[in-house]
């Protein structure tokens, strides 16, 4: 208990000491979210969201990418299509799947009517006299309410949601995966299809219809046994929301979705409630059962009650702070007690920091567990682009095994269940040692390196990674990237190296790579400890402004033992 608690006020201390300074320095500018979504990932052209200019979303808006589990990434938008466009992330390793979560903040008065030119607007006094015995004019509006040094439009309000004719968007996509093993001739296949529709007032209420849905089929050819398949159908969402817009701040939502105002209690089969308050707070409730987070998504035995609230310091929303509490039951037999707190800080320069808790509260009916409070996972990432050409982040993160009757992680041996944690530090560094747009007329040449360190209950370890990128290399829009790595932990050693050529480009791209690693496995015999494993790899993508986008992508690995050939192709539209 004594150490759970000095590391949860450790914990508690690190974040006040992070939030602490920035409190008061936001400049206040009204700002409003655009909701998104990821259509493709392009490799070094970026990554591709469903809005664009259509959308009211304008060339160098940043963008927040939300992924399962509570971590976020950032990117800057540099491409625009009508409904479409391009983001370059701000770590150039992460790959979001298609259909992952985006936010972008964009100032509020993007959205007002704009102020006329001042010659436009009528003043008394000025202007042509009216002609003698000119007949007056009779308008059957007169706007009586609109004074002269009002905007022309002022008076004229926005469609509500309910009135707006019905709208209705989505996507639907098919993907493939094969895997061979020549060790003992062994195959997979994975086969993928399905897709998402939204229905905006489709009933004249103004309410938003959403479903989301995936076919599975899986096969594994075994030599000299039985053959294994596997078909399923996964229903991620179906649900039916009203509200929670500017015309309305009250959201109601039922069905099975992903909670909206806390997503880290994950998704739920029941109804939420969520208000938005006139000083930019929110909170919210939801009740209902939630599926076990497998591909058959079982329900109805883990029943849910949680609550939640924001504090924004002001209209801009550049610092929130979020808190929300769940309890659940198993099978009417109390479960889980479960506390997050998250903290967003994103102003336009300086640092972003980021930075979630979970702590589980232990109590009577908990085995394992001593009563009180326990860290069971924590991120901490503060970044900042310290001038024009060079930018670090700062990431912690911290993971434990949380004491469960529901069957949401593999079983584990009592002993690993009580003392089995992660804490991770690591750093980003990079630096563009030639700016892009240099009046030189060579390519721009971008460095960056990685280093991190990780301590668990018995061991420790850590990697790094050292690379330049290249761009313009040998032809417009061609990036060469060639990288060093090594890694240390329990079982095995590593150092490698890795070249990757490609053409980028804002309708195709194509890449090249080879990577070489050489491992040093530890507990085998002198024929087995070490192996040397390279692994070459292909890929073309394409992407069309009318929401079509294809990946073809092939692979092998070559080892002292046995090698391996993936092949895959991933084919979307968007509509």
């Given at each position: 208990m004594g150490i759970r608690a000095g590391r949860l006020l450790t914990t508690a201390a690190i974040g006040l000491l992070v939030a602490g300074p920035l409190l008061g320095q936001v400049k206040a500018q009204a700002t409003e979210d655009i909701p998104a979504r990821v259509t493709a990932t392009v490799p070094g052209t970026g990554i591709v969201i469903d809005r664009g200019t259509g959308d009211g979303v304008q060339l160098g808006d940043r963008v927040i990418f939300s992924e399962r589990g509570g971590?976020?990434?950032f990117g800057t938008v540099i491409e625009l299509e009508g409904r479409g466009a391009v983001v370059r992330p701000e770590d150039p390793a992460f790959r979001p799947g298609p259909g992952i979560r985006a936010t972008i903040t964009v100032p509020a008065s993007r959205f007002e009517d704009p102020e006329p030119p001042p010659e436009l607007i009528p003043i008394p006094g000025k202007g042509p006299d009216k002609v003698e015995g000119e007949p007056e004019t009779k308008w059957s509006n007169q706007d009586d309410e609109w004074e002269f040094d009002m905007p022309l439009l002022a008076e004229v309000g926005a469609v509500k949601t309910w009135n707006r004719p019905p709208s209705y968007s989505g996507r639907t996509y098919l993907s493939f995966d094969h895997i061979y093993d020549t060790e003992d001739e062994r195959s997979?296949?994975?086969?993928?299809?399905?897709?998402?529709?939204?229905?905006e007032n489709a009933f004249g209420k103004g309410g938003l219809l959403h479903f989301d849905g995936e076919w599975n089929a899986r096969r594994a050819e075994i030599p000299f046994e039985a053959n294994e398949s596997d078909r399923t159908f996964r229903l991620d969402r179906l649900s039916y929301t009203m509200g929670g817009h500017r015309h309305d701040p009250t959201r109601i939502q039922f069905g099975r979705f992903l909670q909206d105002g806390m997503p880290e209690f994950g998704i739920l089969d029941g109804a939420s409630f969520g208000k938005r308050l006139e000083s930019g707070n929110s909170y919210g409730v939801g009740v209902g059962f939630l599926p076990e987070p497998d591909k058959d998504q079982q329900s109805l035995e883990d029943f849910q009650l949680s609550a939640w609230y924001?504090?924004?310091q002001d209209e801009t929303e550049r610092l929130t702070v979020t808190t929300g509490f769940q309890k659940t039951w198993h099978n009417g037999t109390r479960d889980r007690d479960l506390l997050i707190a998250r903290l967003q800080y994103a102003p336009i320069e300086g640092w972003n920091v980021y930075?979630?808790?979970?702590i589980d509260l232990y109590g009577v009916g908990d085995n394992i567990k001593s009563s009180g409070p326990e860290l069971t996972y924590m991120i901490l990432d503060a970044r900042k682009r310290l001038n024009d050409r060079t930018g670090v982040d700062l990431e912690y993160r911290h993971q434990a095994y949380p004491e469960l009757r529901r069957n949401d992680f593999p079983q584990v041996a009592l002993q690993q269940l009580d003392d089995a944690r992660v804490d991770r530090l690591s750093a980003t560094l990079w630096r563009w040692l030639r700016p892009r747009g240099a009046q030189d007329g060579r390519g721009a040449l971008r460095a960056f390196g990685r280093a991190g360190a990780w301590l668990d209950e018995?061991?420790?370890?850590?990697d790094g990674e050292l690379g330049l990128e290249f761009y313009d290399f040998f032809m417009p829009g061609g990036r060469l990237d060639v990288a060093g790595f090594t890694s240390s932990g329990k079982f095995s050693s590593l150092v490698g190296g890795r070249v990757r050529y490609g053409h980028y480009g804002p309708k195709r791209s194509w890449t090249a790579q080879y990577e070489i690693r050489l491992n040093d496995i530890t507990g085998f015999g002198d024929n087995t400890d070490d192996q040397t494993q390279h692994r070459v790899r292909g890929s073309y993508e394409f992407y069309r402004a009318s929401g079509l986008s294809a990946s073809f992508s092939a692979e092998a690995q070559f080892q002292d033992l046995e090698d391996q050939v993936f092949l895959g192709f991933f084919l979307q539209r968007t509509f």
């Open positions: 971590s976020q990434q997979d296949s994975f086969l993928r299809g399905g897709g998402s529709f939204q229905a924001r504090w924004v930075s979630t808790m979970w018995e061991d420790s370890g850590g």
